[in-house]
């Protein structure tokens, strides 16, 4: 069964500062990753997809590593922002068309 | 371009109904899939459906039911509701059977008296 963890819970910066999450999940036989953001109350807005044939993702400050074969993905968030607030939540999806998500990462940025 | 829209927004139950939560995906979206969101934690996925059929299931009972429409929207049913059932329920939509990403509605919140 695939398990997907998300370290740190919670996460407090100033602005300004460059910062990375991390998710890992137990099975390496993935399809894709995908890792979204969701606004207290709201549903989750996508922000990248990474097949699992690709190494990375860019989309402006926001990159999106995945390494398959150890189980992990970074997703590295440049000169953050305080409208970068937000819960941040990775999802992998497996075989069977299941999407597995971590608890999610809360983030603040301080101005 | 339409978004992913779900109605109703709140819904009050008590245990033992039924329920209908509809979704309504984002236009040229043959895929929808339910999740079910408790506070604090992050989604579960509940179902997948692919041009009217199931093609994926989490670890839901059979109580937990869906239809997809030839025009892709969607429904989600829940009979004999629990307690354990108050959550925020989430719809998101893709194309190609889900190797794209997902778009994701505002979602329903259900509570459970």
């Known amino acids: 069964k695939q398990e997907v963890t998300q370290i740190p819970a919670a996460l407090s910066v100033p602005e300004g500062e460059n910062l990375v999450l991390n998710c890992s999940f137990t099975?390496?036989?993935?399809?894709?990753l995908q890792w979204f953001r969701q606004d207290p109350g709201k549903g989750l807005t996508s922000l990248l997809l990474i097949q699992s044939s690709q190494r990375e993702q860019t989309s402006g400050r926001l990159n999106a590593s995945l390494d398959k074969s150890s189980g992990r993905s970074t997703l590295y968030i440049a000169a953050s922002q305080p409208g970068d607030s937000a819960t941040y939540l990775c999802?992998?999806?497996?075989?069977?068309?299941?999407?597995?998500f971590g608890a999610g990462t809360r983030l603040t940025v301080k101005p | 371009e339409t978004g992913v829209t779900q109605s109703p927004t709140h819904l009050i139950k008590t245990r033992g109904q039924q329920v209908t939560l509809r979704c309504s995906s984002q236009s040229g979206h043959n895929t929808v899939s339910w999740y079910q969101q408790a506070l604090g934690q992050g989604p579960q996925f509940i179902f997948q459906?692919?041009?009217?059929?199931?093609?994926g299931r989490g670890n839901f009972p059979p109580r937990f039911s869906g239809l997809q429409f030839p025009n892709y929207s969607s429904e989600l049913n829940v009979n004999a509701l629990e307690l354990d059932d108050s959550a925020l329920y989430l719809c998101a939509s893709s194309d190609s059977g889900g190797w794209q990403p997902q778009h994701f509605g505002d979602g329903t919140r259900l509570s459970i008296l």
């Open positions: 099975d390496s036989a993935i399809y894709n």
């Open positions: 459906y692919y041009r009217e059929e199931e093609n």
């Open positions: 999802a992998v999806r497996g075989n069977n068309n299941d999407m597995r």
